[in-house]
């Protein structure tokens, strides 16, 4: 039981330090494992790679798998319909959902594209193009998956400029020295 | 008052915070950068930012549906 003048002083510290000046954060990095190359996969890891890159942290991209596509050059997104259940698209003041069986008829994908892309468009959000040319610009690290290469035959030389190529141990230790790891 | 005006209204997430480091480059050390936004959720992120990266977000008010922030370039 403390005494209530303990309780004073201890109360005294407590304003003290949560007055004080928070210090300046040591900078911190962040690492990113890119699997999915589908127009609203791309998202999530370039923004967050762009925006952390602007907030001051060294950024890497592995891009693996299905991932490997969005260096190249020319991107030519789609969303993927199928086995997105939950995706909903606002339409005549509501939500609308594509029952899954839809999603096999051809052409179902590209029009959802060009739902999707003019969504973007409407709403001010940046393109993936945009996105990765300010990732690029704001020199975030881009590895590519040796693997992944050799296993869909693809080649850097329609890649981006800047690309490196790397594997699974590149990656690690890129890992080992960030204090975020995504995997998206 | 503000040494730079940006304008990123109608700008989603999260470009008015990637424009808004490019501008913060183009302001002197203390000098000051003003942003104009209709993205409501860039005020959590721009109190984020100046948290991250140590400049200094002096105010930010809104305005018929434009927040407008002050941020002073106090980071290195």
């Known amino acids: ?4 003048e303990a309780n004073a002083v201890s109360s005294q510290i ?8 928070v210090a300046a954060p040591k900078t911190k990095s962040m690492s990113i494992i890119v699997t999915k190359g589908s127009l609203d996969w791309a998202y999530p890891p370039f923004i967050l790679a762009t925006t952390a890159a602007a907030m001051g942290l060294p950024v890497t991209m592995f891009f693996t798998f299905y991932g490997l596509p969005l260096l190249f050059k020319k991107l030519e997104l789609q969303v993927t319909a199928a086995g997105n259940t939950a995706m909903k698209m606002p339409m005549m003041g509501g939500h609308m959902a594509l029952p899954n069986i839809m999603t096999a008829i051809p052409g179902v994908d590209a029009a959802c594209s060009v739902m999707m892309k003019n969504l973007i468009k409407k709403k001010g959000v940046a393109s993936i193009e945009e996105l990765r040319e300010l990732a690029v610009e704001a020199e975030v690290r881009m590895i590519a998956c040796q693997m992944t290469l050799d296993l869909f035959e693809y080649s850097t030389d329609d890649m981006i400029d800047g690309v490196e190529i790397g594997g699974a141990a590149t990656y690690i230790e890129c890992a080992t020295q960030s204090d975020i790891n995504l995997f998206i | 008052m503000a040494d730079h005006t940006l304008d990123a209204k109608g700008l989603n997430c999260p470009l008015p915070i990637l424009k808004a480091r490019k501008a913060l480059k183009e302001v002197p050390a203390g000098g000051v950068l003003e942003i104009l936004a209709t993205d409501p959720g860039s005020v959590a992120d721009f109190e984020a930012f100046c948290r991250q990266t140590g400049n200094e977000l002096m105010e930010h008010t809104v305005n018929d549906s434009v927040y407008r922030f002050l941020i002073k370039h106090t980071a290195a």
């Open chain 1, 1 to 4: 039981m403390m005494s209530s």
């Open chain 1, 14 to 21: 407590q304003d003290a330090v949560s007055q004080a000046p």
